[in-house]
């Protein structure tokens, strides 16, 4: 059957090649099998000329990246904090471009404005947050640290009497950040991008198991009488720790503080009975960044901010214009995001959370927990492995020792490495370093829908085989 439109030929072709894609997640390597310089060579075609029959774009697209694509869409994947993608949230992610709304006013596609409405709405019930705070759907965690912090920038200045919308920053009163030191440097940046300057920032010292110190927090709270905003941790991105809102937050707010939480993949765990009581007192917090494309399992460009004080949200980022149709009834984007022409990305989260249900979704947190805890458990079991932390939520860490006698810590730190590219290098599993508290070791991240019990048994073998590598030894190698 084809088509005379040029569009729905070449989208045709396009879900032919996901077919074999998605078919091949459970065949395929993991990791990439190319280098860099070989992925030029094959993408640097000539393009000079005569343009091409779309759907031979597609082709030969499919056929250069071959090779060159990092299978984190499938179970096996475990570095970082990546995700995969549900079904429907694919699906709506290529309806919403073929739709091609700009989501930035309800005026300019009012559908798709209804429905990121409603997945927000439906989101703050499933997290838990309060009924009345405003939302925004930005391209990740990263921007919604931004609008999080932007507003609480706005508030906590308003509340010394200082307009910053009409004085700016330059002569405004100073406003100290007071940050876990185990922040992820996505704050950094947004702190960055806000005019304030590293030393507005205090690093709050954080404990074994990767939380801020009370004593602390309330010696640097109490130091200088001046704007504060605090952000706190849901979920570092090693061992996704989390810090003890249910101290910190009230005695930060008393004081007069914004209160930030970062969390990216952490805050999700929220619509889980059974893990909420981790989080517990996160719902008193003043603004909160996550992301959807991470354990929501949304595709990539899409992160989530909501904010308790809705005025300071929009204030913060709203701008009137003579040719912008604003609503009365309806979402803008524009009052609350930093973008203006935007996707209609919200819409994506409207169809994930619509296939899982409030049950789906508290299934999909439960078991990336388990399964990230058998995975540690079971690789930390192996010969010479060790546990270095075992998961409370969906991350955990483990490590190889080097077997030498009087192996040194630095010993242990490269056979880590060597073993985890030796894993990598199977095709059957894909991990990432990091180091924690002076030790390389390697990240078990569990954060798809995809992951099986067989893709564990799976990524385990390779563990054992990568193991049988010889030890690297500065004397006979
Ligand atoms: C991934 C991550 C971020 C950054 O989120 P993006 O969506 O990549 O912008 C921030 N904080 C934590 C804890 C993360 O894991």
């Not at 694919?90 to 209804?114: E, F, H, K, R, Y």
């Not at 803008?332 to 994506?348: L, Q």
């Amino acid at each position: 059957m084809t088509s005379s439109d040029p569009t729905i030929r070449t989208l045709r072709r396009a879900l032919g090649h996901v077919e074999r894609y998605v078919e091949g997640l459970q065949r395929d390597p993991v990791g990439p099998q190319l280098t860099t310089a070989e992925l030029r060579t094959r993408l640097s075609v000539d393009w000079s000329g005569a343009g091409v029959d779309p759907e031979r774009v597609i082709d030969e697209l499919v056929a250069a990246t071959d090779g060159g694509l990092i299978r984190s869409s499938g179970g096996r994947f475990f570095a970082w904090v990546i995700g995969g993608s549900l079904p429907s949230a694919l699906a709506a992610d290529w309806l919403i471009s073929t739709w091609d709304q700009n989501a930035v006013l309800s005026a300019c596609g009012p559908a798709v404005a209804v429905a990121e409405e409603i997945a927000g709405e439906w989101l703050k019930q499933a997290l838990e947050l309060p009924r009345e705070a405003s939302f925004a759907f930005t391209t990740g965690c990263q921007l919604a640290h931004f609008v999080g912090l932007a507003a609480g920038r706005q508030a906590v200045l308003g509340r010394v009497g200082w307009d910053l919308e009409e004085c700016g920053l330059s002569a405004a009163p100073r406003t100290r950040l007071l940050i876990s030191d185990l922040r992820h440097r996505s704050v950094d940046r947004a702190i960055k991008y806000l005019g304030f300057g590293r030393r507005d920032v205090v690093l709050l010292p954080t404990n074994s198991a990767g939380q801020i110190e009370r004593p602390e927090f309330i010696r640097a709270l109490e130091a200088e009488r001046t704007p504060t905003i605090v952000v706190l941790n849901a979920g570092d991105i090693n061992v996704a720790a989390i810090d003890c809102f249910a101290e910190l937050i009230p005695r930060a707010r008393a004081q007069g503080a914004w209160v930030h939480v970062d969390g990216a993949f952490g805050l999700i765990a929220c619509a889980s009975r059974s893990k909420r009581s981790l989080l517990a007192g996160i719902a008193e917090a003043d603004s909160w960044a996550t992301d959807a494309h991470k354990w929501l399992n949304v595709p990539f460009d899409c992160g989530m901010v909501f904010v308790r004080d809705r005025d300071a949200h929009r204030g913060a980022m709203s701008i009137r214009a003579d040719y912008i149709q604003a609503s009365t009834d309806a979402h803008d984007a524009i009052d609350w995001t930093p973008e203006w022409s935007r996707r209609a990305r919200g819409v994506v989260v409207y169809a994930a959370l619509r296939e899982l249900g409030r049950d789906g979704l508290e299934r999909l947190v439960d078991s990336c927990c388990a399964h990230a805890r058998e995975l540690v458990e079971r690789i930390g079991s192996l010969p010479t492995a060790e546990v270095l932390q075992l998961p409370t939520l969906n991350q955990g860490l483990v490590r190889f020792l080097d077997p030498r006698p009087g192996a040194h810590p630095g010993d242990h730190d490269r056979r880590t490495e060597t073993v985890i590219a030796a894993i990598n290098a199977t095709g059957e599993a894909f991990f990432s370093p990091t180091t924690w508290q002076q030790c390389r070791a390697m990240r078990v991240s569990v954060v798809n829908w995809r992951t099986s019990r067989e893709d564990l048994v799976r990524a385990v073998c390779a563990c054992e085989q990568a193991l049988k590598q010889p030890t690297a030894s500065g004397g006979n190698s």
